[in-house]
């Protein structure tokens, strides 16, 4: 029994390993027009951290370090304050109008800086010729942070869902 454990354990020891960081990735460009994509999954729901709210959690990390978080959230807002986006109530699915958004914003419990989860609508298609794979963005669903007594995040309520016509 003691080496079946050991053995075990070794191989659990040495396949978490860091894997290399240089993987090459081959890239080619796909006239749109050529390509007959499938629908592999039709309206699916993903669920996006997008802000580590523990900085020793070094998979979170490496996962959003290249994510535009704040350009990306400062443009959408920018979007529904022109009247280009429409934002809806999560729990009603009435439209917001500029100033129930503006509302949100100046909220004791609510900053764009906490903003940790989108939640993506979308649909996910694919070319399996020229192994192509597109995502089709529905709407997206800002999900911001709530923090326990220590501080902690506990988890994330939703602001508000915006629909991309």
């Known amino acids: 029994m003691r080496k079946i454990i050991y053995t075990l354990f070794c191989l659990w020891l040495f396949s978490c390993q860091h894997q290399p960081e240089n ?29 580590n709210p523990d900085t020793a959690d070094w998979w979170t990390q490496k996962c ?14 920018q979007q529904l304050y022109a009247h ?26 609510y900053n764009r800086d906490i903003v940790g989860k989108f939640q993506f609508y979308e649909s ?10 597109l995502k089709k963005v529905y709407a997206i669903i800002f999900g ?16 508000f869902k915006v629909v991309f016509e």
């Open 23 to 51: 993987i090459m990735v081959k890239r080619h460009s796909v006239s749109l027009d050529s390509i007959t994509m499938s629908c592999i999954a039709d309206t699916f729901i993903a669920d996006l951290v997008v802000r």
């Open 124 to 133: 996910w298609y694919y070319d399996s010729r020229y192994k192509v794979f």
């Open 84 to 109: 280009q986006l429409i934002a809806y109530d999560y729990y009603t699915g009435k439209p917001l109008s500029v100033t129930q958004i503006k509302e949100i914003e100046k909220r004791s419990d």
């Open 64 to 77: 959003v370090h290249q994510l535009k978080r704040k350009a990306f959230i400062d443009t959408i807002f």
């Open 144 to 159: 911001y942070e709530t923090y326990d007594d220590q501080g902690m995040v506990k988890g994330y309520k939703p602001m």
